[in-house]
């Protein structure tokens, strides 16, 4: 594996404000990341008021327990993505397994049904996660092609590059997000702290 880069200077001062209970320090971090983790929470689950419920348990598990955080391991947002995605996941089984005993589906049918759908959920959780934390322009270049529908051509034109920039930036965005299927890769949530 790769060394990694050194996490920035906010991610280790916060880990330290953190760790001596500064509870400033954790509402700076809810501003910074509340959104992050609702959203990937709310991709996984579906619903809600469980996206609340795990956004809370995410800042518990962060206020409580700062030192699970490895600075040599990636930035901070990336280990805050991988514990709401490790929290949400376990909801989601909970839930789900829940449903199938009430139910009384208990059948290999049923288990394999929900592994399908965490794998769907995560997958896509993922994807989410890795295209809010690229760089701008290249999330910028993926939202006017795949949401406006705009070629390569109108692309360049619409962000004012040029058509060669506008191909690469659209290139480098899809093969971020082909590492939404593969737990193991750079930047990928459930790739810090294990998978789920």
């Excluded at 391991?73 to 991988?82: D, E, S």
């Excluded at 360049?156 to 997000?177: F, H, K, M, P």
């Amino acid at each position: 594996m790769a060394k990694r880069d050194a996490p920035p200077r906010w991610d280790r001062k916060m880990q330290q404000r953190l760790a001596r209970g500064e509870a400033a320090a954790l509402g700076e971090l809810y501003d910074r990341f509340a959104s992050l983790v609702h959203g990937l929470a709310h991709r996984v689950l579906g619903n809600e008021q469980a996206a609340d419920v795990v956004t809370r348990e995410v800042f518990a598990h962060v206020w409580e327990h700062p030192d699970d955080y490895e600075p040599g391991q990636g930035p901070l947002r990336t280990w805050v993505a991988a514990v709401t995605h490790r929290l949400a996941v376990q909801r989601l089984r909970a839930t789900e397994t829940a449903a199938l005993a009430e139910t009384g589906h208990g059948c290999a049918e049923a288990t394999e049904e929900l592994e399908r759908r965490v794998r769907h959920a995560s997958v896509a959780a993922r994807a989410d996660y890795i295209v809010q934390a690229m760089p701008a322009p290249l999330r910028a270049a993926l939202e006017l092609a795949y949401f406006q529908r705009r070629d390569y051509r109108q692309t360049a034109a619409d962000l004012g590059v040029t058509e060669d920039e506008a191909r690469r930036r659209l290139r480098l965005g899809l093969q971020l997000l082909s590492t939404a299927h593969d737990t193991a890769a750079p930047g990928a949530p459930p790739g810090y702290g294990g998978a789920a």
